[in-house]
C-alpha cells in the first residue's frame, strides 16, 4: 500500500532522514519507535507533503508522492492527525470535524462519515457545540482523529496520540485505534510509549538519528533486549 524508500530529509544543513526505507500493507497497523530528535514526526511530515524530500520515492498504492501537493495527497487517501493535535480552538467541535471533509463535495455521504465519526468518539457529539479550546487534552486528540477520518483515508497517519494523556485516557485512545483498524482503515502510528504501540501493531520499525535500525513483527521487536533496554524501561 505505501512504499517508501531511500527518503533523504534535510532542516537546512541537518541531514533529519539518512536513507528512510520502509513499507505498509493494506491493513497493518505499523508502528515506528525512537528517541526524541529520531525522524519520526519528520517522517510522517514528508508522507503527508508538509515536507519535500531532497531524495527518495514514496508510493501510495502505486502512485508518487514526493512531488504531490498536500491537499491531493489527502484526495488519494492519505491523512494526518499531527503531533500536538492542532485543532482550531476558535470553533465549535462540529465545524472543527467537518474541516476534514473540505476534500469532498457529496453532502450525504459527508453527513454518513460525520455520524460514523460520532459513533466512535460519542464524547465529541455530546460536546459537538463546544468550542475546541474548551475541550480537555484527550478530547482534543479524539477531535483532532475525528476530524482526519472525515476524508475516509485508507492510510491514517497518528503522530503521538497518547502525548500528555492520563494512563486511562491512552487506554481509551488505544481501544479507538484498533476499532478504526478494524474498521477497514490502515495505520502508521509513531508513539512515545513504545510499549502500549508495540502491543498493538502487526509490524513495527526503529527509527535512530535518522535510520532504520531494526524492523520486524512487533511481538519480535517488543521482546529485543535492545529494544526493551532503550525505549520499554525493562
Do not use: C
Not at 85 to 90: M, T, W
Not at 113 to 138: D, I, V, W
Not at 154 to 162: K, Q
Amino acid at each position: 500500500m505505501l512504499r517508501v524508500e531511500n527518503l533523504h530529509v534535510f532542516y537546512g544543513a541537518i541531514h533529519a532522514l539518512q536513507g528512510v526505507s520502509f513499507h505498509v500493507e493494506k491493513g497493518e497497523i505499523v508502528t515506528l519507535i525512537g528517541a526524541n530528535g529520531a525522524g519520526k514526526s519528520t517522517t510522517l511530515r514528508t508522507l503527508s507533503g508538509i515536507l519535500r524530500p531532497r531524495d527518495g520515492s514514496i508510493a501510495l498504492n502505486g502512485q508518487e508522492l514526493t512531488t504531490m501537493p498536500a491537499e491531493k495527497i489527502v484526495k488519494l487517501g492519505m491523512s494526518h492527525v499531527p503531533e500536538g493535535r492542532r485543532i482550531f480552538a476558535p470553533l465549535t467541535v462540529k465545524e472543527n470535524i467537518m474541516m476534514g471533509a473540505y476534500t469532498r463535495s457529496d453532502p450525504a455521504e459527508i453527513q454518513t462519515t460525520l455520524a460514523r465519526a460520532y459513533k466512535s468518539f460519542p464524547r465529541l457529539k455530546e460536546r459537538e457545540s463546544q468550542y475546541g479550546g474548551t475541550l480537555s487534552g484527550g478530547e482534543q486528540q479524539m477531535l483532532a482523529m475525528a476530524r482526519a477520518l472525515m476524508s475516509q483515508p485508507s492510510l491514517l497517519l497518528l503522530d503521538e496520540p497518547s502525548m500528555g494523556l492520563s494512563p486511562i485516557l491512552v487506554e481509551e485512545i488505544f481501544k479507538i485505534i484498533v476499532e478504526i483498524n478494524k474498521q477497514g482503515t490502515t495505520i502508521l502510528l509513531v508513539e512515545q510509549n513504545a510499549q502500549m504501540a508495540l502491543s498493538i501493531s502487526n509490524r513495527a520499525y526503529v527509527l535512530e538519528t535518522g535510520s532504520i535500525v531494526l524492523s520486524g513483527d512487533a511481538k519480535e521487536i517488543a521482546s529485543n533486549p535492545d529494544v526493551k533496554k532503550a525505549y520499554l524501561g525493562i
